[in-house]
């Protein structure tokens, strides 16, 4: 950026950084230094813009970039965890902010990162070039990096965050548990209190240094830069190259004129002449590439390592000779590299061969539609977010169950909130959409007041009646795509968990609904890893007394009854004045457990990466019947991919324009190779 002289108060200079990442992402890094003159403007330096230099700019490079990426409401739901009872309780509207700050022998630095909810990062780099006239410690440093993060999300209109940060002393000052002790920073902790003010809502979050690297990295990186202050810096793009230069350089040179690839060599050893264009090296390669080659007659041979002469193919012929041996009358649809080693086997040859093959194989109708299943997840883990308890419940239906029970009952429709794992349930011989609708009504509403979101899977039991319902008292309904129960998760666990405690239960195994009202206390009073509490004790505050406390009178019982009521009345009312701080810090435990298993998930992360107009093939479920039995493919299609939304549900549409109406999840999709 040129150095504008008119500026009197300060001196500011911007870098900006275009990132584009493997999926074709843009991210653009802003690198801003000044220079103050003055002490009333240390809050001088704001969001830079990096193609003029202002004193105050509105509407930054970053909020333009955020334009275009709208916050949606409807967010993806995946609780595919490996432990039975993972919920999903996020931060607040989906923003986290990473700030640091970097001292060292070139200067100082800070970067902030922000990370929308749909996963989109916005860095920013800015370098403290006021430290000649005023005193930068480290705390400093990391109270600029702050003070920045929290500038650039009010900018961009985020009004609920959470924060990390590795400095500990900024986060403990900011939330009152520490006094600002330090002269030189009560001004910055007074200003960043006013920035406070003005969230709606905010989380903070102390980490570790390691795991705090991005916002590390563009901290140094201010750091590091001492820009002139009459120079112009141009946008830096760095890009992702898959295949290294000499592969782009032969593909854009290498001329396509109709003949095969083996004609040089064929004239070589006939004529013994070069290529008219061939240099020294050319010629060179040329006579030792042709070593190993012979000429019979009129037929072009290559010699192979153990002795036996394979006959050069053109492309032509070499297409049909994959057909044949890959898919002819006794071909096995084998694989790409054994594919190429049979041709070599069976006495034919090309360059190339091997390459060919493999994408012979891939673009195979028969290997496509008949391939494995994919059991890689294709996206990382997304969590659902539950703000308080009974805002979020999930509901599903466990049946139908054989043997019935004695008052023939066949299935259990199972509730559970998202926040305290509390499981309600009851047991029906016949279950339709007014029988759920009703046990919404009077297990849910009646009990635990109006929900604000309900989760279910696209069964006709949650239609109808229950549509009717969710309308009447503005509760969101969220739908899980087809065949995908990780969307539900929690519910799905709560299943498997009464199904266990059930079985273990049951004496005639046809007394299983008389059971169920004890299978529910036992899970109820039972420690939940996810939150590290029962649901009892985050429901009502307190503990429930199990019978073998009264037979076998526990402490907790004997106290209980030699203390007056009046003071038990009093340790009551304690408990329940406690609670939300109890509820507070499950919640934070069902954070740190959720990362935990985010990080555990995304180690078997691989992506495919699909887009609008690509074609698409569809699992196909052993739930539909069809004619071929165990000679039926794997997969159905191909299908075009009409629409697809960044939470990963994706609409399809077949060949001849008939399009589905209900979504399909991507994890459950693979791209058609014609």
């Known amino acids: 950026m040129a150095f504008d002289e008119s500026i009197s108060e300060y001196l500011s200079l911007d870098c900006t950084l275009g990132v584009f990442d493997g999926f074709g992402c843009t991210h653009t890094i802003t690198v801003h230094a000044s220079r103050l003159l003055s002490v ?12 003029e230099c202002e004193k105050s700019i509105r509407g930054s490079i970053v909020a333009d970039h955020l334009a275009s990426l709208p916050v949606s409401d409807a967010r993806a739901i995946d609780d595919d965890f490996p432990d039975e009872d993972v919920a999903a309780v996020t931060s607040l509207s989906g923003w986290r902010m990473y700030f640091d700050g970097a001292a060292n022998h070139s200067g100082y630095g800070i970067g902030v990162l922000l990370i929308s909810p749909h996963g989109d990062h916005i860095p920013r780099s800015v370098r403290l070039a006021f430290s000649n006239q005023h005193l930068a410690t480290n705390n400093i440093v990391e109270y600029e990096a702050c003070i920045l993060g929290l500038e650039t999300a009010l900018e961009l209109g985020i009004r609920q965050m959470e924060v990390f940060g590795d400095s500990n002393l900024v986060l403990r000052q900011i939330q009152g548990e520490w006094k600002t002790r330090d002269v030189k920073l009560r001004p910055y902790h007074a200003y960043l209190e006013l920035l406070v003010a003005r969230f709606e809502d905010m989380r903070y ?22 820009i002139p202050a009459d120079a112009t810096v141009r946008p830096l793009l760095i890009e992702s190259r898959s295949a290294p230069a000499y592969c782009c350089l032969i593909d854009d040179v290498e001329p396509n004129d109709g003949l095969p690839w083996y004609h040089d060599i064929y004239h070589f050893l006939r004529l013994g002449v070069y290529p008219e264009v061939a240099t020294a090296k050319d010629k060179r390669a040329l006579r030792q ?18 002795g036996m002469l394979l006959l050069c193919l053109d492309r032509a012929s070499a297409d049909r000779v ?13 694989g790409g590299h054994m594919l190429a080693r049979k041709i070599m086997r069976t006495g034919y040859f090309w360059l190339t061969m091997e390459t060919d093959c493999c994408q012979f194989v891939q673009r195979c109708p028969e290997c496509q539609i008949h391939g494995d299943l994919i059991h890689v997840p294709p996206s990382e883990l997304h969590a659902l977010t539950s703000p308080w308890l009974f805002s979020v419940w999930g509901i599903d239906i466990i049946g139908k169950i ?13 509730a559970i909130d998202y926040f305290t794992k509390w499981v309600e349930a009851a047991s029906y011989a016949r279950l339709t959409s007014s029988g759920v609708a009703s046990f919404i009504r009077s297990h849910i509403i009646c009990r635990y007041g109006v ?6 899977d696209r069964g006709v039991h949650f239609r109808a009646e229950v549509d009717t319902l969710v309308q009447r008292y503005s509760i969101r309904h969220h739908r899980s795509s087809a065949y995908r129960p990780q969307t539900n998760g929690a519910v799905e666990a709560a299943n498997k968990n009464i199904k266990r405690i059930l079985r273990k239960m049951v004496e005639t195994s046809r007394d299983w609904s008389e059971k169920l009202p004890f299978a529910l206390w036992a899970y109820r009073t039972s420690f939940r890893t996810s939150t590290g509490a029962t649901p009892y004790s985050l429901v009502y505050g307190m503990e429930a007394v199990l019978p073998v406390e009264i037979e076998m009178g526990s402490l907790r019982v004997a106290l209980e009854q030699q203390i007056p009521e009046t003071d038990w009345a009093q340790a009551r009312f304690d408990q329940l004045n406690l609670l939300d701080e109890r509820r507070l810090r499950a919640a934070d435990h069902v954070r740190a457990y959720q990362r935990k298993m985010a990080r555990a998930f995304k180690k078997r992360v691989k992506p495919r990466p699909l887009h609008v107009g690509d074609l698409v093939l569809r699992v196909i479920r052993g739930l539909i019947r069809d004619p071929r039995g165990k000679f039926r493919p794997s997969w159905s299609g191909p299908y075009f991919i009409r629409e697809l939304s960044p939470e990963g549900a994706a609409w399809l549409m077949d060949l001849d324009g008939n399009q589905f109406s209900e979504p399909t999840n991507v994890d459950q999709l693979k791209r058609y190779y014609v």
């Open 40 to 51: 009333e403007s240390l809050r001088g330096f704001t969001i830079g813009n990096p193609l």
């Open 322 to 334: 994959m057909r044949e041996v890959h898919a002819g009358v006794c071909g096995p649809h084998m």
């Open 289 to 306: 590439l042709a070593a190993r080659f012979v000429i019979c007659g009129e037929t072009l041979y290559r010699r192979s390592a153990d």
């Open 205 to 226: 979050t102390h980490l570790p240094r390691a795991q705090n690297q991005f916002a590390d990295a563009l901290a140094t990186l201010a750091s590091m830069i001492d």
């Open 451 to 456: 929900p604000h979101e309900l989760i279910s």
């Open 402 to 414: 054989s043997p019935k029970s004695s008052s023939g009952h066949e299935f259990i429709l199972v």
